[in-house]
């Protein structure tokens, strides 16, 4: 049983470009939440996504955005880039009714 | 608003010596979640515990137990006959009510080492 599997795992970016990165959940699970490491910090909440609707949405500005199929997987997008959003970007999944968070290792950007 | 302060940074000890985590939390919520998650070096949150606001009873898991007290908005974390496996960090987050949504509050982390 595959968990929360992401990608890609490393990538380089220069500022004002724009980055996609990917999520799918965990086997049978519905909801896709993000979040955004920064180095030696806590996970900041992005937003989160079911129903392919984003339902929640933490303080981040509209150069976040993201989407979920309907087989629940999920994309992040981030356009113009700052160097500010290099990060660790951490996918969680879980079940609608339940509070249990399952992780990805997430995909490390670099903004140059 | 919610936050979550993990006052210590870096915590090392020996192999097979207690380590205690400290987090205390802000919220307005009567009705909240708190958990503890680890993060080894993979960089995967792995959760650990999560408690709610309504039982303030302390249990132990295994190696692990956690003290709950909302009279000082505290929810520490212990882990007893620490194991160099044990080596992470350890963060502390806060949920409101409808914690299905998924939206953590997370403190900033405390990084253990656990040396043999």
């Known amino acids: 049983d595959a968990g929360v599997t992401q990608s890609p795992t490393h990538l380089i970016k220069t500022r004002g470009q724009q980055v996609t990165l990917r999520c799918s959940p965990k086997?049978?699970?519905?909801?896709v939440s993000w979040y955004q490491q920064a180095l030696g910090q806590g996970p900041q909440f992005i937003f989160q996504?079911?129903?392919?609707?984003?339902?929640q949405r933490g303080n981040f500005p509209d150069r976040f955005s993201g989407h979920q199929f309907p087989n629940y997987s999920s994309e992040l997008n981030v356009n113009a880039l700052l160097l500010g959003d290099s990060a660790l970007y951490l996918c969680?999944?879980?079940?609608?009714?339940?509070?249990?968070?399952?992780f990805g290792e997430g995909s490390r950007l670099t903004v140059l | 608003a919610q936050k979550v302060t993990q006052a210590q940074t870096e915590i090392s000890v020996v192999e097979k010596e207690d380590v205690t985590l400290d987090c205390v939390y802000e919220t307005r919520d009567t009705t909240y979640y708190l958990f503890w998650y680890k993060q080894p070096p993979s960089g995967e949150l792995v959760f650990l515990i999560r408690r709610n606001s309504f039982d303030e009873q302390n249990e132990i898991s295994g190696r692990y137990s956690w003290n709950f007290q909302k009279s000082t908005s505290s929810f520490n974390f212990t882990i007893t006959a620490s194991q160099v496996v044990d080596s992470a960090v350890y963060f502390c987050?806060?949920?409101?009510?409808?914690?299905?949504?998924?939206?953590?509050?997370f403190g900033a982390g405390t990084q253990v080492v656990v040396t043999p």
């Open positions: 086997s049978g699970h519905d909801t």
């Open positions: 987050a806060l949920s409101e009510a409808t914690a299905r949504w998924g939206k953590l509050q």
């Open positions: 996504y079911y129903e392919e609707e984003e339902r």
């Open positions: 969680a999944s879980s079940f609608y009714n339940t509070g249990e968070l399952f």
